[in-house]
């Protein structure tokens, strides 16, 4: 399959003369995963997710976890879990009324980057969040445009450490002090692992 391009990129494209390098390079997009795109994925630690509300409202977010908390699971599929958050919901809630969504991977020390346009569903409780320790709930996407991008602007970073706060293989993790701030009180849900003193905290700032 090709990109299919609206009207204000064609009237850009078509204003800086790029229609014919928009078309070449949209003519490589795929609706499934080679294997070696799916090993990319399955190598990254994060990546960025942009949905939007039902009236078109933007947002993005980070996702991050170990290496191979995404995964291809059919060749048009990918899945990844859902952590223990802030509560806003903003990610879920979104693809809950508009499931259509856009994740950008980046390999932050090679500069490769790919891109998957599809459209998303939310799962609870079944095999696809057991089967990620920790998970509150899990997400699929079935893929409509896979592309990669380039790599030119890509500034060259190194990972130091990994987050703690990410759920081991049996799901355990460290709360977040901010959640056992007495600002709080009151706020966290009934089954909050916050409300456990035998569970560790670890610093976590909330916001800037």
């Keep these: 399959m090709a990109l299919e391009y609206h009207q204000g990129q064609r009237d850009l494209q078509d204003r800086f003369d790029t229609r014919r390098l928009a078309d070449k ?23 960025f997710l942009a949905t939007a509300d ?40 979104n693809i809950a009324v508009n499931p259509n969504v856009g994740l950008l991977f ?4 090679g500069g490769s980057r790919l891109r998957v346009n599809g459209v998303a569903e939310i799962h609870h409780d079944d095999e696809l969040t057991a ?3 920790g998970a509150v709930c899990s997400v699929s996407v079935q893929a409509s445009a896979i592309f990669v991008n380039c ?9 130091v450490t990994a987050s703690p706060f990410v759920p081991t293989d049996d799901g355990d993790a460290p709360v977040p002090d901010w959640k ?16 456990d003193p035998d569970r560790p905290t670890a610093p976590s700032i909330p916001y800037f």
């Design 131 to 133: 089967s990620f320790p």
């Design 151 to 159: 790599r030119r602007y890509v500034h060259e970073y190194r990972k």
């Design 180 to 195: 056992r701030n007495p600002w709080f009180d009151g706020t966290l849900a009934a089954g909050d692992p916050a409300h």
């Design 25 to 47: 390079l949209g003519d490589v997009a795929a609706e499934s995963f080679s294997d070696e795109l799916a090993a990319f994925v399955a190598a990254r630690d994060m990546f």
């Design 106 to 109: 980046v390999d932050l020390e």
């Design 54 to 93: 039902a009236d078109g409202a933007p947002d993005c977010s980070y996702k991050g976890g170990d290496p191979g908390f995404v995964r291809v699971i059919a060749p048009d599929t990918l899945a990844f879990p859902a952590y223990d958050g802030n509560g806003m919901f903003r990610t879920l809630g």
